[in-house]
């Protein structure tokens, strides 16, 4: 076969040699013409490597400037200086707008300042009922951003925006307390620190962004420069005013877990989520132990030196934990347990101070600091951390990320494995609650006559909360969210008293058992509760929402015993499976059928508009993020184009199916409508058949069928949906898609080392035919993680197959892994997810993803599918060599290999009938032949003619020439432009015929076939086999 191939690439190098001496070419010509030729294959290859060396350096800048580098001979150090690749990027134009704006900015203060503010701190104490702002200055120096920084989101609806911010500016605000002849204020203030901004929800329409969510990672550093603050501190009520105080009202509002929400849509129905959003995640902490720590302890004027008595402090935002102190040691072992709530990654930290105790001030002994985003990679991170910023010694650390369930099925497990781990000072927690409080209702007045101030208290065992006090009001606001770590949510509870803050006197309580929460829908219980001890219609409204903590890690990675010895830097266990998000395989398939349309305008205009033509139209169709475009139809008004475009779609709200008409000119295309259909509405009714009137224009409509695809994890539908994407397979089209294929690539093992023993920066390629997708490059390691997801269209799931290749950002491979689809196929749930090996790479260099494999069920394929899908035998044929009618024969899904019956001597063949309503055609697909007889010695060449009656010329149709067979497998499919009444008028006659060999004359007929087609039923669609007869007899 191959040698075949290469005699005649061979044989076509030598054609122009050949034409050239028919035509009577001489040699100088032949010369010129091969140098013409040389010179522009030279040309255009130097224009592809430019253009492909563009497309990497605007994929990946820092790649391709080090690949260039490295081909130059120079190493990654010794790049320019000025050479850099930051992660965070100035915003000098957001500097100016703010510059321009900051005026403005200082009116709306102001106002809010005397409109809201003030009313609200005269009303907060009686001492305050003349407290006034008497000016409002926010200066000329506006706040700068210094750089900004942008993340990866949780999930596809989701941007995260990091701004470093530095506010030194001339404020100058100032109040005054007439009843106490006191003026104050503030002149001139500094804040610095990194305020995320999370756009969210994406929408698909105007504005885009649903709403912005603000607040500080870590607390901010804030400097104010007070005035008259001799004065101020008189005043009762404000003699606790600091700039801790400031800090702790900034925390309070801006820092997490605290935010503010600016919704930019109406009616955002996500508020109350985007307001208190379920964590990422928990955090487990087990401080283990120190290792060689600095003495602090001095004695006699440092001539003796003792121990010191350490002690640590962990923080996670403003969450933070202190261990008890262990006396006299420089290798302390603690073998405490702390947990902590992760509202955000990337972003959070963990920071751990080692202090020496004392009775005066404690010495710092040093600082450690871990980014959170690598211990939710890891799920498990264990090692002897190195202390930094002065201080010396090791710490000793186990981090174990917990991830949010919304299902009780885990909750027996965690149990049984938090039973394994010896945890001090509490035990480790099985489940979080977030407990989100909104609002009471005609809470009673507490002495008659008198309206309270009420705040609630929540608890759970022995932690207890408080909410902010609401002065004066039966109908309190609150609008805050408590959240509480649970050891076993099968036997607690949490119980609300709501209180007369002044008075402390009870309004009411409500004790709701957690056991409740375990059964409800999604672990989430909300609505209005009524209180007891409280009014008649007292209630409180609230909304409580549980989480298993699961920690996603093998048995092995939890030991019961911890040990406190150094044992290196261990590496963290392998996970035995992937970890995709809550998003992976919840994408549709969507299926638009561009049909026809009516009355377009005619844009071709003659002799200056006296003589008007025709329009050339054609359309541009855009579904979510994916552009299509038609072929272009000349000179109608009223074209059928009969196509077909497949487009992955997500469940966002707000998008849309637009189409665009244009008619195609010489110069530019001029515009012929638009119209559009809601994504939603689609996805919705499954199926969506309309024509739609065209926006823009005089007149004009355009006839489209959206469909929404269903994924199946049963592969007995994939014959099924195979047939029928044959019988609607467009003739201008690519193939129409059978499976959807879903890939979480999570990370490699034992990568091999680049040159020089140094780990690569490995990202990936997935590939299926001519698509592909590329991962974000790693860090430098051996096991990079990536945890990203991709999307495929599978328009052959037996023939097809995954193509994975990792490599080192200069391009050097590092290994690569096939998998076929068959593979998923005869995998249960159509789903693989296991280390593979990596050929070319190392001994033991694996990857570890899950594949899913969904077939593409329309709601033809469970029409045709319904009832018994077993395949039914054939009938028998009532006569010898008699033709049996259409209605004595049965459909065969999938088509068996039985053997034809005795009667059917010239053989059969297999046929599929029906009309398209749509595209308004007659399909006819010949599948094959079987147990065809010979008409001499040797073997025949058949093929098959198609021929509708009583019409001939352009109705006639042949598969090409199947060589040398009695059964011969054809697959082709034909189209006639038939209405269904035209087509209910016809007969069909189909011919088996040999091709000749070299010395015959005529065609030998094997068999025919003619059938009216009054008698099939053409809305069927499926395969049938038809016993042929002798080509001499009457039809």
């Keep these: 076969m191959e040698a075949g191939a290469a005699l005649g690439r061979r044989l076509l190098w030598a054609l122009p040699a050949y034409a050239a001496g028919l035509l009577g070419l001489r040699a100088p010509a032949l010369l010129l013409a091969l140098a013409l030729y040389a010179g522009w294959r030279r040309r255009r290859r130097a224009r592809e490597r430019a253009l492909s060396a563009a497309a990497r350096l605007q994929r990946d800048e820092e790649a391709a ?100 911010i530095s506010y030194v500016g001339d404020i100058c605000i100032d109040v005054e307390v007439k009843k106490f002849f006191c003026k104050a204020g503030v002149k001139g203030m500094q804040l610095h620190g990194t305020l995320r901004i999370i756009l969210e929800p994406l929408l698909g329409d105007v504005p885009i962004v649903g709403a912005l969510s603000m607040f500080f990672i870590r607390r901010p550093t804030l ?47 996500e508020a109350a989520e985007l307001r208190s959003p379920v964590p990422r995640g928990a955090l487990r902490v087990q401080l283990r132990a120190a290792r060689g720590l600095r003495s602090k302890d001095r004695f006699l004027g440092g001539l003796l030196e003792s121990r010191s008595d350490p002690y640590a402090e962990l923080r996670v935002g403003t969450q933070g934990v202190r261990s008890r102190v262990v006396r006299s040691d420089l290798d302390p072992v603690w073998d405490e347990l702390h947990e902590f709530v992760v509202h955000e990654v990337p972003g959070q930290e963990l920071e751990v ?37 002065g201080g010396q010694g090791r710490l000793h650390l186990r981090l174990e990320w917990l991830r949010p369930l919304a299902d009780a099925s885990k909750l027996e497990e965690v149990l049984e494995r938090n039973r394994m781990i010896q945890g001090k000072p509490d035990p480790p927690s099985a489940a979080i609650l977030m407990v989100y ?118 048995e092995d990675a939890v030991p019961s015993t911890p040990s406190p010895e150094p044992s290196g830097s261990a590496a963290p266990p392998r996970p035995p499976h992937a970890s995709p998000g809550p998003d992976f395989g919840t994408e549709h398939v969507l299926r638009v059928h561009l049909l026809e349309a009516e009355a377009l305008v005619a844009k071709d205009r003659f002799l200056r508009g006296a003589l008007r033509g025709r329009s050339d139209p054609y359309v541009r169709v855009r579904a979510a993020g994916a552009r299509f475009r038609s072929r272009v139809m000349r000179e109608e008004l009223n074209p059928r184009w009969n196509e077909a475009y497949e487009a992955i779609v997500t469940d966002i709200p707000g998008q849309d199916v637009e189409f665009e008409l244009f008619d195609k000119d010489l110069d530019e295309d001029d515009f012929l ?73 999570d990370r490699a093992s034992e990568l091999p080392l680049r040159k020089g023993s140094k780990p690569p920066s490995a990202f990936a390629v997935l590939s299926v035919r001519d698509v592909s997708f590329k991962t974000k490059p790693c860090a430098p390691s051996t096991a990079p993680i990536w945890d990203e997801g991709f999307s495929f269209l599978i328009k052959r799931p037996h023939a097809e197959s995954l193509e994975l290749q990792v490599k080192d950002e200069g391009g050097q491979p590092l290994g690569a892994l096939s998998l076929p689809l068959p593979q998923l196929l005869a995998s249960e749930g159509l789903s693989l997810d296991a280390w593979f090996p990596l050929a070319g790479g190392g001994p033991n260099s694996q990857v570890l993803l899950r594949a899913q494999l969904r077939v593409l069920v329309s709601l033809q394929a469970e029409a045709s599918a319904g009832g018994s899908s077993d395949p039914q035998p054939m009938e028998e044929p009532a006569g010898g060599g008699e033709q049996s009618s259409p209605g004595g024969l049965r459909q065969r899904l999938p088509p068996t290999d039985s053997p034809p019956t005795a009667e059917a001597g010239l053989g059969q063949v297999q046929l599929s009938l029906w009309y398209h309503r749509d595209g308004h055609k007659l399909v006819a ?51 006639w ?56 007899s009457s039809p």
Aim: with cysteine; net charge negative.
């Design 353 to 389: 101070e080692i202090f020496d105790k004392d009775p005066d001030q404690d010495d710092f002994l040093g600082r450690l600091k871990l980014d959170l985003e690598d211990v939710m990679k890891r799920r498990v991170l264990e090692d002897w951390f190195p202390l930094q910023e």
């Design 673 to 745: 409508g638009r119209c559009k259909v809601p994504l939603q509405q689609v996805l919705s009714s499954r199926v969506v058949d309309e024509w739609l009137p065209l926006e823009g224009v005089k007149s004009g409509r355009l006839h489209v069928k959206l469909e929404s695809l269903s994924p199946s994890t049963s592969p007995a539908m994939l014959p099924q949906v195979l047939h029928i994407n044959s019988l609607l397979q467009p003739p201008h089209n690519e193939e129409l898609s059978a499976a959807l294929l879903s890939v979480f690539l």
């Design 977 to 1032: 432009d038939l209405s269904l009444e035209e087509a209910s008028q016809r007969r069909l006659e189909a011919r088996v015929k040999s091709c000749p060999s070299f010395m015959a004359r005529d065609k030998e007929v094997l068999g025919k076939l003619c059938l009216d087609l009054a008698q099939v039923d053409l809305s069927e669609g499926g395969p049938h086999w038809y016993n042929l007869q002798d080509a001499r």
């Design 223 to 269: 400097d104010i420069n007070w005035t008259g603050m001799t004065n101020l501190l008189d005043i009762p009520g404000l003699s606790s005013l600091s700039d801790a105080v400031l800090m702790d009202a900034i925390a309070s509002f801006l820092v997490l877990p605290n935010r503010l929400l600016v919704p930019l849509v109406p009616d955002l129905p």
């Design 437 to 554: 409080l909104e609002r009471a209702e005609e809470l009673p007045l507490r002495p008659p006559g008198r309206v309270p101030s009420p705040m609630v208290q929540i608890s759970v065992q022995d932690v207890t909360m408080e909410s902010k006090v609401v002065p004066s009001s039966t109908a309190p606001v609150w609008e805050a969210a408590f959240r509480f770590f649970l050891h076993d949510p099968r036997s607690q509870e949490v119980e609300f008293q709501v209180r007369d803050d002044s008075r402390q006197s009870p309004l009411g309580a409500l004790s709701l058992p957690l056991s409740q929460l375990l059964e409800a829908p999604g672990l989430s219980l909300g609505g209005a509760f009524p209180l007891q001890g409280a009014g008649p219609k007292s209630c409180l409204h609230l909304k409580l929402v549980l989480r298993v903590l699961f920690l996603d890690a093998p």
């Design 925 to 975: 697909i010949v599948h094959g032949c079987r147990s065809l007889r010979p008409q001499g010695k040797e073997l025949p060449d058949p093929y098959v003619s198609l021929l509708l009656l009583p019409e001939r010329g352009r109705s006639k149709r042949k598969t090409g020439t199947q060589r040398r067979t009695l059964d011969p497998d054809f697959n082709e499919r034909f189209e």
């Design 65 to 164: 400037v080090r690949a260039a580098a490295k081909r130059l001979g120079l190493s990654n150090g010794e790049l320019p200086a000025w050479v850099s690749f930051p992660d965070v990027e100035r915003a000098e134009w957001l500097n100016k707008v703010l510059a321009q704006a900051w005026p403005f900015f200082g009116q709306f203060m102001e106002k809010l300042l005397q409109a809201q503010v003030a009313p609200a701190i005269r009303a907060s104490s009686p001492h305050l009922q003349s407290f006034t702002f008497t000016r409002v200055d926010m200066g000329e120096k506006p706040l700068r951003v210094l750089g900004i920084c942008s993340h990866p989101g949780a999930h596809k609806k989701q941007i995260l925006l990091d701004l470093n």
